[in-house]
């Protein structure tokens, strides 16, 4: 399959660790966001997602936080496996919760799990 | 998986070709977003078609077109190909204003 992000950031965690992935957005309008994976030859997989009213959500090893004072979304995934070894990409909704949704990405962060 | 599909997987064009582009919905969904990503980037929006009417654009040229069929599957379409257009496309099918799940994608390659 082809690369998914050559040159981006790329973290790079021993299995079992956690991670933390961290994303600035731009728009202080945006209240919805959303992380996604993405595997080399695949197209992005949804992980969680997070309303502008929380601050937290948990999900299965992975949790979002929101810190809208300061533009900033992570992803924390608990003890990470070598499968969630991919590019995560944050997005965000500017179109407004419950409507139409256009989503802007980030530019990606590579996370690379070694044994 | 998804449920969401694409096709085709690949293909190869020349400058100043038009190609077409498809896309199943996930069952039950209603609108369908069309994204490009180019090598080493996220994806871009394109547009988004909800009940068969174009619902929202990105900074694409009219060169980009689309459609949404009533079993709500839909079409990208580039006329005018040019190197830049090189990329994977991606759709993405959700219920109107709701998650989007996102497809293979299809890789254009344009010579």
């Known amino acids: 399959g082809e690369s998914v992000g050559l040159h981006l950031p790329t973290l790079s965690v021993q299995e079992g660790d956690n991670s933390i992935i961290n994303c600035a957005y731009s728009?202080?309008?945006?209240?919805?966001f959303i992380w996604y994976k993405q595997e080399s030859g695949k197209g992005p997989q949804f992980i969680i997602d997070?309303?502008?009213?929380?601050d937290k959500r948990q999900g299965q090893r992975v949790t979002v936080l929101l810190n809208k004072t300061v533009k900033h979304l992570s992803l924390q995934i608990a003890a990470t496996q070598p499968g969630d070894s991919a590019v995560y990409f944050c997005?965000?909704?500017?179109?407004?919760?419950?409507?139409?949704?256009?989503?802007?990405f980030g530019t990606g962060t590579r996370l690379q799990v070694t044994l | 998986e998804t449920g969401v599909t694409q096709s085709p997987t690949h293909l190869i064009k020349t400058r100043g070709q038009q190609v077409t582009l498809r896309c199943s919905s996930q069952?039950?969904?209603?609108?369908v977003s069309w994204y490009q990503q180019a090598l080493g980037q996220g994806p871009q929006f394109i547009f988004q078609?909800?009940?068969?009417?174009?619902?929202g654009r990105g900074n694409f040229p009219p060169r980009f077109s689309g459609l949404q069929f009533p079993n709500y599957s839909s079409e990208l379409n580039v006329n005018a190909l040019e190197l830049d257009d090189s990329a994977l496309y991606l759709c993405?099918?959700?219920?109107?204003?709701?998650?989007?799940?996102f497809g293979p994608g299809t890789r254009l390659l344009v010579l």
């Open positions: 078609y909800y009940r068969e009417e174009e619902n």
């Open positions: 728009n202080s309008a945006s209240d919805y």
């Open positions: 997005a965000e909704n500017i179109g407004g919760a419950g409507t139409a949704s256009k989503l802007t």
């Open positions: 993405a099918s959700s219920m109107h204003g709701e998650t989007q799940y």
């Open positions: 069952s039950g969904h209603n609108t």
């Open positions: 997070i309303r502008s009213n929380m």
